[in-house]
């Protein structure tokens, strides 16, 4: 308690900031000593990256499950996606609607020739998009599970619409084929270098903002949404209007995700915004830990690499491995990477259990962490020093 | 006016396969809290157990009886996923009892794994089923449209499966005891009713009932690993419209999403069909945000 | 306070449940720093009228009139956070912390008198605020917790810290449902100071099934009994009413 008081308001030097700061250094180093293959893919799990900030602000801060945040990632990837497909396009109709016999370019396509509009709506759209669909569920108090099964269904939705109008975006082959970016190609290394260095400045950004948000008195509001709901509103906040933002916020963030992962990539399709893809989303953030920032950029970091590693290596066992890695995170880890550092304590704990029954009551709050994860404070957030300005 | 009313009728046939799923849904969510993603896996592993009765049918049996299969593949589906059920139920769910979320994330896992599983042993490519030869007739109705015979009897099995379910509930022991567990937990266990029994029962029978969904679409068409995933979504959106806890609930949403889907996609276009019924999921739960029969309650925070 | 003007006026106010009355026409004033308590066997529609008072229930007839400088609201119209903001303080029969915050947290977010999410992004704690957070919690003796879990609190200071919320956001007029629930006799003891100290700049109305509380701490008490109003006056008055000891205080004040 004393120790927390002793840090500086704004300047702690946590062992998750540390953390923080050897992941990016990690990461603003990797050029330097991996293959330009690699350094592709993490560029691309930057990305997921950012992603997984906004579901751990959503889930890990407020407690709403979101199944669906591949359309917010999808949204602002396909976004992008159009601007680059009418850069390809030399200002002739895109090759694929004139496969679908589409003999017009589309008047929701003519904004996108203009790259300050793209670069605009690859948050906008998200997050209006979130407001309208937040507004709807939180106002009335849809929540819970309830939200999970429709954000989910939001996500089948999209993915068929998309599948469906075939000529307007592509079908079920997305949009690919894309040349230049801004004027430069896609191809070279130069603009493959900076649009990773570009992916890392807005991660470390809104990791930045993500921390900001988290100990201001906002992120106060929406641990208490997470724990007490109702409390809340009769403490005189609103809460769906918190929760509107923190979903909007996490739109955003998917949104510029996705814009960033399209010329990465080089393809969006509706199989990267369907139901797998953003249920996959989650458990990012569940392994790295959720409700702790860099818990949820680890988490996308590592899941995805092993993803890489194990399906180059064993095809067919990548499925079992994630369904295990669901299972066995939520069951038997529900601290995630992060709570590592506690695995000594808590065996420690038992054992102690085991080998005497005397010191029952220190013990037993031990197992009662264990078994409710949710409820143990350090698990689950990031302690504020704040009683120390007192 | 003929394609609408037949558009109608296959429909209902949807809503009867969604009425099945969604019923072990409801009963499952209401029970235990549990969001059991791997039931459309259940669906899946009915469809599976269907195929693989009819090849060793078609093997040992005379061919005379070869449409009798079809019997022994419901009771088998039953049978099979109602076992898979229970087992997942005491290795895996019953630690997740009042964890909706959790759950969940679990079962999403659970799903994965099962699809994978049949995946190795019956190959990613669909295998086809072919329905008893006595449905394979389409019935006139007043010689405006066709009664495909598989749909309707879809339609029958559904009908039964449900008051199967009625009664069990409403008219059985047992039954009063899943109800009685369902409105106060803690209240049933101080009287004497065996939850833990109850929940594991309860699993088991609504894993049974979705292998009989399982069968059933074998009848739309063929099966792959993956079709568990295409009705889990609108199963959940069932439970989602009718409401937890009751079957008229059930009914009540098997039939908006079940029939409204293709009415909308007869009215605008088959992409459009799917953003639309969300859309009017969403305006039902602005006045029913828990579902057109849902059970009022006092508690603060439930 | 001559022309004294009810801080709270219900009048004629109606709730159903389905076919249910819960409450049935009751009508009554509140005036300034009284403390007043609702008493009746359990389903005699306390909590609802409660309930009904901070947004959480609708009336199915009458209304709600509640009155702060010189303002005068009809809080069926409100939503409930809204209601809050206006000065109504509300306390649950369940004490309702967050659990995910320090016990200093929790007081934080009660202080803070602006609550949009633009105020809670920018604004720090003014001196004054965790002045009033330190001696609230001084109060209630969880000062030197105020870095702590909640969790690790037992029943009663969990209540305890629930009304020290409360009263550090300064309400108007506090609902308080069975605030000593749970608590030992000094404990109670306590709280009754607490409402005594609480009353100078507030109006308090209490559901309480606890006879030795409400005679301490009373200053009148309104007898529900099957969700109409049974009879009004001084805890004196109202124990020597013959229709009183008839539903309730005869059957031991259960």
Known sequence: ?390 | MDLFLMQLFNGLSVSSILLLAALGLAITFGLMGIINMAHGEFIMIGAYTAYVVQNIWKAVMPENIFDAYFFAAMLAAFIVTAAVGLILERLIIRHLYGRAIDSLLVTWGISLALQQTVRSIFGPTNVSVSAPAFLDKNIQVMGMFAMSGKRLFILVMAAVSCLLIAVFMYKTKQGRNIRAAMQNREMAASLGVNTAKCDMLTFAIGSGFAGIAGCAITFLGPIGPTIGQSYIVDAFMTVVVGGVGRIIGSITGAAIIGVGGPTFEFFTSASLGKVMIFIVVIIILQFRPKGIFSIRSRALDD | MAEAVPVLEIRDASITFGNFRAVKNVSTKVYENEIRFLIGPNGAGKTTLLDAICGKNRLSGGNIIYRSEGEEYDLQKIKENKIVNIGVGRKFQAPSVFTGLTIFENMELAVVRDRSVFASLKSKLRKQEIEDIKHQLQFVGLYEMRNEYPTVLSHGQKQWLEIAMLCVSKPKLMLLDEPVAGMGRRETQRTAELLKIIQNNCTIVVVEHDMQFVKEVATLVTVLHDGELLCEGTMDEVSGNQQVIDVYLGRGGE
């Open chain 1, 1 to 390: 308690m004393d120790l927390k008081n002793l840090t500086v308001r704004g300047h702690r030097l946590t062992g998750k900031n540390i953390l923080a700061m050897l992941i990016f250094l990690f990461l603003a180093t990797a050029p330097i000593y991996m293959s330009s293959f690699r350094v592709n893919m993490l560029g691309k799990y930057m990305c997921f990256a950012l992603v997984a900030l906004g579901i751990d602000m959503i889930w890990g801060y407020t407690g709403i499950l979101s199944l669906g945040h591949g359309v917010y990632f999808g949204l602002g990837a396909y976004c992008m996606a159009m601007h680059l497909k009418l850069e390809a396009s030399n200002g002739e109709l895109p090759d694929f609607m004139a496969w679908s016999a589409v003999e017009k370019l589309p008047a929701f396509w003519a904004p996108f020739h203009s790259s300050v509009f793209t670069i605009c709506a690859v948050v906008l759209i998200p997050v209006i998009f979130a407001a309208i669909i937040g507004s709807l569920t939180f106002l009335n108090r849809i929540r819970g599970v309830f939200f999970c099964i429709l954000s989910q269904a939001l996500s089948y939705a999209l993915a068929t619409f998309m599948i469906g109008r075939q000529e307007y975006f592509g079908g079920s082959n997305g949009l690919t084929s894309f040349t230049t970016i801004f004027g430069f190609s896609v191809n070279s290394p130069t603009t493959k270098m900076v649009l990773f260095y570009f992916t890392l400045v807005f991660l470390i950004g809104a990791f930045a903002l993500c921390t900001k948000i988290v100990n201001s008195r906002v992120g106060r509001v929406l641990i208490a949404v997470r724990d007490a709901e109702n409390r809340v509103r009769f403490t005189g906040y609103s809460p769906a209007v918190y929760k509107v933002f923190v979903y909007c916020l996490s739109a955003a963030l998917a949104g510029i995700a996705g814009a960033l992962y399209v010329p990465q990539v080089g393809i969006i399709s509706p199989t990267d915004i369907n139901i797998a893809p953003s249920t996959e989303m989650v458990i990012w953030v569940a392994v790295g830990g959720k409700a702790t920032l860099v818990g949820s950029i680890l988490g996308a970091l590592v899941v995805n690499f092993t993803k890489s590693i194990v399906s180059e290596q064993f095809p067919d066992i990548w499925q079992f491995f994630i369904g295990a890695l669901f299972i066995a995170v939520i069951l038997f880890f529900p601290g995630g990477l992060i709570s590592i550092k506690d695995l000594p304590a808590k065996v420690i704990g038992i054992i102690r259990k085991k080998s005497s029954k005397a010191d029952a009551a220190d013990t037993a709050a031990v197992n009662a962490d264990a078994r409710e994860p949710k409820k143990d404070p350090k698990v689950s957030r990031t302690p504020v020093g704040k009683g120390g300005s007192v």
